[in-house]
């Protein structure tokens, strides 16, 4: 099928911590990964004093904010903010169980891309589980318009991103990718790609509490005369395109299972991925649940429909 099909489910094989900073928040935040048995997807509780300590599952279902990031649970209670660059970590990488610890209500921004986690998670190393894998396998084209910006769902026989901007600055223009989704692929051309902003929108963000944590050390800044001031200039010529991919992978990860089909979005963001997985999800008829099955002769795979009532956390 040309796909990379793991026919079981995954976790980490340790434990470890990472420390930074939220770009919104600007404050201090550490966060610790733990193994988890299968059927447990990511899950995070926050453990500092302000929060009552109930796990939050990285779902569909528990997104509370998309403006400039992605969040989950009450904004005005128990959530987590800035999830996507993570969460496109563990879903790039292959990682479907893990129990996630934080001490503050923002995920660290490390360097604003994805590299620190999948670079952890190579060191912490990935285990197989006993339990089978499934898929969203996506089996008639799903599409929704929000202004000048699209993003659709197609039937295609493996994971595959197709992410189209056009911004009105020479310094990005107008920028297309198309890639075929592996955890090689993932960590080689899209994981490093950092996130982006604009010098004049600074102030603006600032006084309403925003980006408070940004710099030249987590993001990419376009300045007053439209080009790049970090002064280490782009880690790849279209890295603009690649960083709205790498959000693409983690805000669709958020399906609570990896899908089988091809997103496709032109200028797209945090909150219309979002909108684009709940129409996936709410249309039952858009796609069927699979697992890897092998044959009995040959060491090929097949991927076979699977009756999974109880295993559905996508269900919103």
């Given at each position: 099928m040309g796909i990379e099909l793991l026919e079981y489910q995954t976790t980490l094989k340790s434990r470890f911590s990472l420390s930074g900073i939220g770009v919104h928040s600007g404050k201090p935040v550490s966060i610790h990964f733990s193994p988890a048995e299968a059927d447990t997807g990511v899950v995070f509780q926050r453990i500092d004093e302000e929060a009552s300590g109930r796990e939050i599952r990285a779902l569909?279902?528990?997104v509370g904010e998309t403006d400039l990031c992605t969040g989950l649970g009450d904004p005005s209670g128990d959530h987590v903010a800035t999830v996507e660059h993570l969460m496109a970590a563990l879903s790039g990488m292959g990682v479907d169980n893990v129990a996630i610890e934080i001490d503050g209500s923002e995920v660290p921004i490390m360097d604003g891309s994805a590299a620190a986690f999948v670079e952890a998670f190579r060191q912490a190393g990935i285990e197989q589980l006993a339990e089978k894998r499934r898929?969203?396998?996506?089996?008639?084209p799903v599409r929704i318009d929000m202004g000048g910006s699209w993003a659709e769902f197609q039937p295609y026989e493996g994971t595959?991103?197709?992410?189209?901007?056009?911004?009105d600055t020479p310094a990005i223009g107008r920028q297309a990718l198309s890639i075929d989704m592996s955890a090689d692929v993932f960590a080689r051309e899209v994981a490093r790609a950092r996130t982006f902003g604009f010098i004049k929108d600074v102030e603006r963000l600032w006084a309403a509490g925003f980006a408070l944590g940004s710099s030249l050390e987590n993001s990419v800044v376009i300045g007053e005369d439209h080009r790049v001031i970090n002064m280490e200039g782009l880690r790849y010529p279209d890295e603009f395109v690649r960083h709205k991919m790498l959000d693409a992978v983690g805000d669709l990860?958020?399906?609570g299972a990896r899908f089988i089909g091809c997103f496709r979005s032109y200028r797209g963001g945090h909150r219309l991925n979002?909108?684009?997985?709940r129409h996936l999800l709410t249309d039952r008829s858009a796609f069927e649940i699979v697992e890897t099955t092998r044959r009995e002769r040959g060491r090929g795979a097949e991927m076979v429909a699977v009756n999974a009532p109880v295993y559905a956390p996508w269900v919103l």
């Open positions: 569909a279902a528990e898929y969203i396998r996506i089996v008639k595959r991103f197709e992410i189209e901007i056009d911004f990860a958020l399906a979002a909108a684009a997985l």
